[in-house]
């Protein structure tokens, strides 16, 4: 069913419709204010469609218990945020394994970055006095879902934020994931675009 979201006079998503296919990569481009964080909104069930229905299989998300549904779904955000306590503890979250940690962060190069900081795993990563760069975090952000492994994965633009060495690193990971998960990106970058199953394409709320 084609989904309308948003107030009637501007709508976010004006009577959208389109699958995803498991065990895909896609990609939801768009200029600013097309639409597209609309779309990780609804999935990420932070607000409801006016019209229209989002299903996972033949099941509406919003009949999904929440703590189902999340075990099914993660998100690396643009913008991330992290607690207030060390880095270890802040990946823990997300899995409890820390052989599993470590190895994610080798994966993604990040581990040597880690264990360079004078408190390696056991460094606050809202410490006001150490300063982590910029491109870490966002790895680290990627290395959460990574963590976690559920099979829907959402990314937001951190990929197109990434240095050059760490954006081909992290492409050619998740070329690899798809195999086994579902995964949607929010870019509009070529060499992002360029591993997708399925594009896309919003304008002003509508599928172009």
Known sequence: MKVFHGNIDEPVLNNVSFEIAKNSINIIAGKEGSGKSGIFD???????????????????ILDTVDDDYFSKISLASQYPSFFNTSIKDNFMLFGNDFNKVVETCQKLGIHDYITSLKDGYDTNINTKDITLSHNFILMANIARILIKNTPIMLIDETISLLDSASKTLVLNIISELKINHTIVIISNEQDVIDIADNIINLEKGKII
């Open 42 to 60: 609804l999935l990420l069930k932070m607000n409801r469609p006016v019209r229209g229905n989002i299903s996972i299989g033949d099941t509406n």
